[in-house]
């Protein structure tokens, strides 16, 4: 009896020891296969010293900050909006108001984060802002206007071709 206890005891302790190395050899091989984070990304591309990373952190922080009441307003006017279309009969005063509404808290959002560009942009010296703007011009051009700014505007759709004014396919990668 005690012989088939410690086999048994020996092969659970197999077992975990296999299944704990499977979950840490794939946390850290998706690790290893992730991109980095956007800002990360950005500083390197243009090479900013610890300072300027530090002063766009702060720009970011302070977007995330102001833009928060925004995306929750807009977050449940896009509920009221669905509980709205859900209705046995549909009022469409109502949702052409929420649909307004919205529209008007897509503008503040965006207007946050134009406003939070043009402060990074002026962290940078004249070489390292001709490069941002130019990463910036690429990115809205590609339909990831905002996507530095914050995560909500990652989505995937069929991105705006600034030079045909049409669209085109988007690249095969995705943004996360």
């Known amino acids: ?3 088939i206890a410690v086999i048994l005891l020996v092969l659970l302790t197999v077992i975990n020891v296999a299944a704990l190395g499977f979950f840490l050899h794939h946390r850290f091989a998706d690790l290893r296969t992730q991109r980095p984070a956007p800002h990360r990304r950005l500083a390197r591309e243009l090479k900013l010293e ?4 530090r002063q766009m952190r702060n ?6 900050r102001r833009s928060q009441p925004i995306r929750a307003s807009l977050c449940h006017n896009h509920r009221a909006l669905i509980e709205h279309l859900q209705a046995a009969s549909v009022d469409t005063s109502t949702i052409d108001s929420l649909l307004g509404q919205i529209s008007t808290l897509q503008a503040s959002m965006h207007r946050e984060a134009i406003y939070a560009m043009h402060r990074e942009g002026e ?32 989505h995937h759709r069929r991105p705006h071709d600034c030079r045909k004014g049409g669209t085109r396919e988007a690249p095969d990668f995705q943004e996360r």
């Open 1 to 3: 009896m005690k012989k």
């Open 123 to 154: 962290k940078l010296d004249p070489d390292q802002r001709a490069r941002f703007y130019g990463i910036l011009k690429q990115r809205i051009c590609n339909g990831g206007a905002f996507s530095m700014m914050h995560k909500s505007h990652r």
């Open 50 to 53: 610890e300072e300027q990373v």
């Open 59 to 64: 720009v970011r922080k302070d977007f995330r």
